[in-house]
């Protein structure tokens, strides 16, 4: 059987990636000083320019139930069944979209990442390894669906600038985040949602450090098979403190990419994070 795994574009592999493990991407769109694009056709940066320059976040767009339907059909053409891994539940109705599409059509099978940008990353990846070992559309469905409370996806942010346009944050957390240089941990709750559970204060780059160390001894049976390092953008010092961390806690393989234009719209720049499997105690 000719599986297809699919993602949208929160998923932040990077097209090297997606080319490599065959994963297929339907795009979100980013509307942008009244111009609507497809993300990953304007630069990160280009986005972050456009919001210095006018105080406004460019808005991201839910996909809807029939865009769903048409490009699950166009894969059909192709393949013989789709195993489909959404942007959580909990962050966008687009899932939910999804999941009408899906239940409409024979052999589509979509699964709620709870997760965001390489949490829904691992998960593709991990999907696309059972297929090639021979899995149907339906064991794979089940298998992924079933790790998706495994994942640490969560993220340190330099600013609240982003969360504060975006609402999901207020004046005085944004006044006091500012003058006091703190850096919140966010995180990805079991139930697919943002939460700030803790907060940093410091230079980026030591926070980070501190960040990783403190993420990789609470959440402390990682899969050592694989971890991101994930940012929207960063300096040397602040990818080399995050690959550090990881490198020393034993991981395998350590891929960095960079947040697509969907993420990064909600977190704004030197945003980094450490995204792994929390379930090497059952591997």
């Known amino acids: 059987m000719k599986i297809a795994i699919s993602v949208e574009s929160t998923n932040d592999l990077g097209n090297k990636l997606l080319r490599e493990y065959d994963i297929k991407v339907?795009?979100?769109?980013?509307?942008?000083?009244?111009?609507i694009y497809q993300d990953g056709d304007l630069t990160v940066q280009e986005m972050f320019d456009y919001v210095d320059k006018n105080n406004t976040l460019p808005k991201t767009t839910a996909l809807n139930e029939f865009e769903y339907t048409e490009y699950f059909e166009e894969l059909k053409k192709d393949y013989d069944a789709v195993v489909h891994i959404c942007l959580s539940s909990?962050?966008?109705?687009?899932?939910?979209n999804a999941m009408r599409a899906g239940?409409?059509?024979?052999?589509v099978y979509v699964i709620d990442s709870k997760s965001l940008s390489t949490g829904i990353g691992h998960l593709a990846l991990y999907a696309r390894e059972l297929a090639n070992e021979g899995l149907s559309a339906e064991e794979i469905y089940e298998k992924v669906n079933a790790r998706t409370d495994k994942l640490v996806t969560s993220f340190v942010v330099e600013r609240l600038d982003y969360l504060?346009?975006?609402?999901?944050?207020?004046?005085?957390?944004?006044?006091?985040?500012n003058i006091f240089k703190i850096r919140p941990r966010i995180i990805v709750t079991k139930e697919g949602k943002m939460v700030s559970d803790k907060k940093f204060r410091g230079p980026m780059a030591s926070v980070v450090a501190k960040y990783c160390q403190e993420t990789?001894?609470?959440f402390n049976t990682p899969d050592l098979k694989r971890v991101f390092i994930t940012y929207t953008t960063a300096t040397?010092?602040?990818?080399?403190?995050?690959?550090?961390?990881?490198?020393?806690?034993?991981?395998?393989?350590?891929?960095e990419t960079h947040a697509g234009g969907t993420i990064a719209s909600h977190c704004g720049a030197h945003t980094i994070g450490i995204l792994y499997f929390n379930d090497g105690n059952e591997q």
Not at 90 to 96: F, P, V
Not at 103 to 107: G, V
Not at 239 to 251: D, I, L, N, P, Y
């Open 26 to 35: 339907i795009p979100y769109k980013i509307v942008l000083g009244g111009e």
């Open 216 to 218: 990789l001894e609470e």
């Open 164 to 177: 504060y346009k975006g609402g999901r944050c207020n004046s005085l957390q944004l006044l006091g985040a």
């Open 236 to 255: 040397p010092e602040m990818v080399e403190a995050a690959r550090t961390a990881v490198k020393a806690a034993g991981f395998k393989e350590i891929l």
């Open 90 to 96: 909990g962050l966008t109705s687009s899932c939910g």
């Open 103 to 107: 239940k409409n059509l024979e052999n």
